[in-house]
């Protein structure tokens, strides 16, 4: 089964850039990878997604490795409205999702 | 607001009962997804449903089912139910079947087994 490994938690400071990893070593061609990231009490909001190339969205940036075995979301300028678990997801085709342990985000002012 | 209703907010119960939640996606969209979150386990998917059939099944128990009406409105229901039960049970819904779609989460249905 695709899965994918993050760290538990980090740490930024406020108005730097954060940069936030994920390993999925055992992706399929076909799979997508998604982030989304849920703030204290509500639910996951859809942050970016690619499948090879790098993305950019208002929001973040998508960094995928060559060989897709890993991914980074990096937040240009990290707010304290930026703390929040994010979750690194691969979509497969058979259209299930599989989350990762998410990292919580710190920003500190 | 992500556009998907979920109802109840809250819900007690006790052991062995039957409860059931809501999920009304976003206008336009096809397909419901139903996630559970507990402490321990994180967010674990449990079944997809698109334009009222089901496409795809995660972790779900056999003592839960869902089913989607053809106003698109979800149910999931969960019975006999067990402490472990107990958890956040998030409804999403996407525009398509998912392949690429953005999912837009609901605010989620928090059940206390007692």
């Known amino acids: 089964d695709a899965k994918t490994t993050q760290p538990n938690s980090m740490e930024s400071n406020e108005e730097e850039p954060v940069h936030l990893p994920c390993n999925h070593s055992?992706?399929?061609?076909?799979?997508?990878i998604h982030w989304y990231r849920q703030l204290p009490s509500q639910g996951p909001e859809y942050v970016i997604h690619?499948?090879?190339s790098n993305v950019n969205n208002r929001m973040a940036s998508l960094a995928i490795a060559e060989d897709r075995k890993s991914s980074t979301l990096i937040l240009h300028r990290a707010t304290l409205r930026d703390a929040a678990v994010y979750y690194c997801i691969l979509r497969t085709t058979g259209n299930q999702f599989y989350f990762g342990t998410g990292t919580s985000l710190t920003v500190i002012p | 607001d992500s556009g998907v209703t979920q109802t109840p907010k809250h819900l007690i119960t006790a052991t062995g009962q039957r409860v059931t939640l809501r999920c009304s996606p976003r206008s336009g969209d096809l397909s419901v997804y139903w996630y559970q979150q507990s402490l321990d386990q994180g967010l674990q998917f449990l079944i997809q449903y698109y334009n009222g059939e089901e496409r795809a099944k995660g972790n779900i128990l056999e003592r839960f089912s869902a089913q989607q009406f053809p106003d698109l409105h979800s149910e999931l229901n969960l019975s006999s139910l067990e402490l472990g039960d107990s958890a956040l049970y998030f409804c999403a819904s996407s525009v398509d079947q998912g392949w690429t779609g953005e999912l837009f989460f609901g605010e989620g249905s928090r059940l206390t087994v007692l």
């Open positions: 690619g499948l090879t």
């Open positions: 055992t992706i399929s061609g076909t799979d997508y």
